[in-house]
């Protein structure tokens, strides 16, 4: 079974609005964090936020803030008021256990395009 | 934060020939994380590079196509043996901060002739 599932190819949406990038994970660990990253054409992976199991509020940076739902085991990505620089490959990730020094599996990511 | 540059930021090789890649981090870390991601694809962990021991590789992946060295705690090489133009990816390193954050180095375009 995937342990990340991203079950939008590709998503497109206006300039200013906001868009919800959905990730669910599968996992039996207490303890796991839960990454967003950016990927624009260059290839460089950007960090944007990150999601521990135990943090009670949702993570925000800026424009982004992460939905987490833990009993449905979701960690949808939110945009506010896009912009054209968002269009990018944006894949969510996940790290079990506690311990920092673990890899991360990846989802198969999402394209946004952000229309003018 | 860390920042983690690697070398060389792309190249094209021909078939049958090497290519090393490094990556050095500008702190030092236990871990550091190889990922491969093929064209259109997502990212798929190679090995985990631990100073002073062995790599740990993931199923499908093998030391003898893909050594690795970990010199000493900011810096780790890569090397793709014996290219096919299946090997034709984007290599990246990674690196922990602190357990929530990982960075990763800005990747190295491959391209097998």
């Known amino acids: 079974a995937q342990k990340i599932t991203q079950t939008q190819p590709g998503m497109f949406v206006q300039e200013k609005e906001a868009v919800t990038l959905d990730c669910t994970y599968d996992t039996s660990d207490q303890s796991y964090g839960l990454f967003w990253y950016k990927q624009p054409s260059s290839g460089e992976m950007i960090f944007l936020i990150y999601?521990?199991?135990?943090?009670?509020q949702n993570a925000t940076e800026g424009r982004y803030s992460l939905n987490f739902q833990k009993a449905r085991k979701s960690a949808n990505l939110v945009i506010s008021a896009s912009q054209l620089g968002d269009s990018a490959m944006y894949f969510c990730a996940m790290r079990e256990g506690p311990s920092g020094n673990t890899p991360l599996v990846f989802g198969k990511g999402t394209r946004l395009s952000v229309i003018a | 934060s860390a920042v983690i540059s690697q070398k060389p930021s792309r190249d094209i090789c021909q078939r049958g020939t090497s290519l090393t890649i490094q990556c050095q981090v500008d702190s030092q870390v236990t871990m550091m994380f190889w990922y491969r991601q093929q064209p259109g694809q997502s990212l798929t962990l190679i090995a985990t590079?631990?100073?002073?021991?062995?790599?740990?590789?993931e199923s499908g992946f093998v030391i003898d196509k893909f050594p690795i060295s970990r010199p000493n705690l900011t810096f780790s090489t890569l090397t793709v043996s014996n290219m096919s133009p299946e090997d034709s990816s984007i290599y990246l390193c990674?690196?922990?901060?602190?357990?929530?954050?990982?960075?990763f180095g800005p990747g190295t375009r491959l391209t097998v002739l």
């Open positions: 590079a631990n100073q002073g021991s062995e790599a740990t590789y």
């Open positions: 999601q521990g199991s135990y943090d009670e």
């Open positions: 990674s690196v922990d901060s602190g357990g929530d954050t990982q960075y």
